[in-house]
Each structure stands twice: as structure tokens, then as C-alpha cells.
């Protein structure tokens, strides 16, 4: 089936043939090999509700943005799903941010959209993208600088790291802990597809891993993991700050 | 320690042997290879409470169904521990989904025990399985058609897809829509045990409609909730 959550900047109408991963319903009618499943199917009765499932994966193969058909067990779809659990993490965790009224709401909604880009350029393997394909899903620094900004926004409000802190806080807060490391398996993932030359390497920028030379250079505020620390310790402390609910926890 | 969640079809006495991996209070007392563990031992005292760790996982090894010793990092134990995930990730989000009264509810626990079944059809590889094992513990295609059957009950609920949606919508959605993510990562971890013959394809596939069942829950439980899904800007 597609996996509905990755858009990326193709559009709905662009991701012909390169879709049927994402999107069943605009499921290409060319020449893309064997569909085995329900698809759009043209008739005079009244339109057929598309099925979401089109069994086009059934045999344990996908399809990324540029139409190759590999195992689903490739580690392109390894990215592109660990991807789609974090912005799936992220979204549970905004559960509990929005009812707290923290203000970084809107900022986890926008990076839920920018995974969706980091997902689209991850399904988009250098050695088998077209100019054209590269062009829409090329990964720019933008998304990066923002996290920054938004890192020293936070850190600059919270009170230095003294100790190692466990992941508590509250439920936003360990949320979004969850998230941080579900951010940093996205991460691990990511990295051998840049070590390839398949995916640019502001990808697993964005996900806070800065590659020099092959070398790993941590960088503490960074990405979006440095920015999910960030809002995690804030989420925390504001919670500390109302009478009666625990503080985070220290080893 | 042994993982108590599959049962599948072997019931708990036929796990014998096979069933280390699973159940450490029918531990086998017969040739399977060293325990160095507790084990209940007869006396004329009154019964001892057998302990839930066994301790024959500490060198790193554990037994499929069939009997086979295999270091805990085979793909066996990966595919079967990370559809023990998604039954535990799907156990949460029916927290939520329970609070808020949805019917799907008794689906959702069908589903985990379905999932009982996947891991016992993994845990039996095909290279080392007797004719009984696989018996037991062969997958058939009716959960399949099952999950399609409510797949399309809710979906014709539910307002057509116009645009790619964030995941959202809810608690109960938001869970869901993660246990999406887990099951497609259940799902590549099988395959490659199907493309090697050791476990039918009718496992994969039910973990890819499974998926496809999670997806239309999600959204069908914030159309319920009245919340709106975010969409992709």
C-alpha cells in the first residue's frame, strides 16, 4: 500500500509512476510493470471508491520516487519508514504538547512537513533519479538553519546541563524523548545512503548527524534531534514550574 | 527471558522443547542442550514458584519453535520481537481507542492475537520444521481477508483523501498512525524470510494489509473524534 503521509514538493499530480509506493490513488496507468491489485478503474457507472490497498506489494516489493522496484527490505525503505515512524512519534507526542499550550506546536507541525521532504528526497536514489526528479526533491539547507534557530531560542532559556538527565519530565516531555531517539535510529539509517552517494548529505544534517570526511562529528544543538532536546527540556522545566508535578529525573 | 506473548496454535502444553524462546515454566526437561537456569524441581516441600527468568537466553542465544538454537540477533528473532512490538504498540494505542468508545476496539485485540499467530509461523522456520510444526503453526489467508472485509467497511465511511496528511487527528489517531509505521517495519522484516522460503508469504502480506488497516483506523477514529488531520504544507 502507499504510504499517505510522504508528499513531498512532486505534488499530488507529479508522482506518476514513481507513486505507487505513496499514492494508491494516483496509481500511474503506464507502463510500470504488473499490478496485481485495485487501482483507479475507468467505467460509465458511477466512480468506484479507490481501495487503499492495491496488493501491488504483496510479493514484498516497492517502488521509490523514480519507478525502480526494489525488496521492501532495501535500505531505502529502511530510511524512508524510519522517517515516517519518527514524524509518526512526533505526531503522538504533539498529543500531549497541545494540551499543555506549549508554544513549539506549531514548530513539531512544521518539521512533520519537512520529514515529508526528507522522506521524498530518500525515495528519490541518485542512481536511478532523472535531473527532473532531482530537482523536486532535493533537500536544502533551509530546514537546517531554522532548527538552529530554534535550538538557541529554547537553550537560551534553560538553565545549563549539570548531570545526565534520564528521559522524564512529564508526558510531553518524555515523548518527546521517545522521539530524540526514534530521530536517532532515522539518523543511523540515513547514513549509509549518503555514505553511497544516494541521498544528499544535508539529509542526515537535518537529522543531526554532521558527516566530514566520513568522519562523525557530534554536533550537541544541531538538528532536529538537538531541537527535540531542546523543546524537551523546556517542556519539562515548564512543567516543573507548576506546584505539584514532577521534575525531571537525574541519574 | 522468554517472551510469554505467543501462544499461537501450539497451546501450551505442545510447545515443549521448541518453546524455551516462550514459555519458561513448560521448560523441556528432556535433550535440548544446557539450561543453566532455574527450572521447577520436584520435592516433597511445598511447590516451587518457578522464576520468569530462565537465564539460558544469557549467552546470547534463544530456540525457534522447531527446536534450533539461533543467536538472538537472526533475522528470525528480529522479525518475530518486532511483531511482538506492534502487538505492544497496538495494546497502547488501545488505551486510547477504548477510552474514546470506538467499536474497532474488538478488532484491534483480534488483530493482537492474529499477530500471536504471525510470531509462532516465524518462529517455526520452514529449513528445520517437521511436518506437525508446520501444521500448527501455518498461516492461513482468512485474517487476510478479514482485515480487507473491515478496511472497506470503514473507508466507505470516510471522505475521500485530497491532499497527504500529517500524522495526527487525536490521541487515538496519532497511536495508530504509529503502530502504521511499526507494522511496515514488522513487514520488512519478514520479507526477507519469505524470499528465502523460510516462512509463507501469506505473512507479509498480511502485515501489508495490516498496515493498510491501521491507516484507515487512524483516520476513521479522528473523523469520529471530530479532529482534524494536518495536512502537508
Known sequence: MAVWVFGGRLGLRGRVG???LLCPRF???GSQGEED???LQ???KAPKIPKIYTKTGDKGFSSTFTGERRPKDDQLFEA??????????????????????????????KIQCMLQDV???????????????LKLTAFEEGPILELEQWIDK?????????AFILPSGGKSSSALHFCRTVCRRAERRVVPLVQMGETDANVAKFLNRYLSGGRRVSEPPGTVVGCIGAVSLSAARAKAT??????????
Request: charged share 20%; glycine share 8%; proline share 7%.
Open 242 to 251: 507548576r506546584p505539584s508535578l514532577a521534575p525531571t529525573q537525574v541519574c
Open 18 to 20: 514513481a507513486c505507487r
Open 80 to 109: 524512508v519508514g524510519t522517517t515516517d515512524e519518527l514524524s509518526s512519534a512526533i505526531g503522538f507526542a504533539m498529543e500531549f504538547v497541545t494540551e499543555n499550550g506549549h508554544t513549539f506546536a506549531e514548530e513539531l507541525q
Open 27 to 29: 496509481q500511474s496507468r
Open 119 to 133: 522522506g521524498s528526497a530518500l525515495a528519490t536514489p541518485r542512481s536511478s533519479a532523472r535531473e527532473a526528479h
Open 42 to 44: 475507468s467505467s460509465s
Open 37 to 39: 491489485g485495485d487501482g
Open 154 to 162: 529554547y537553550s537560551s532559556q534553560l538553565p545549563p546541563l549539570r
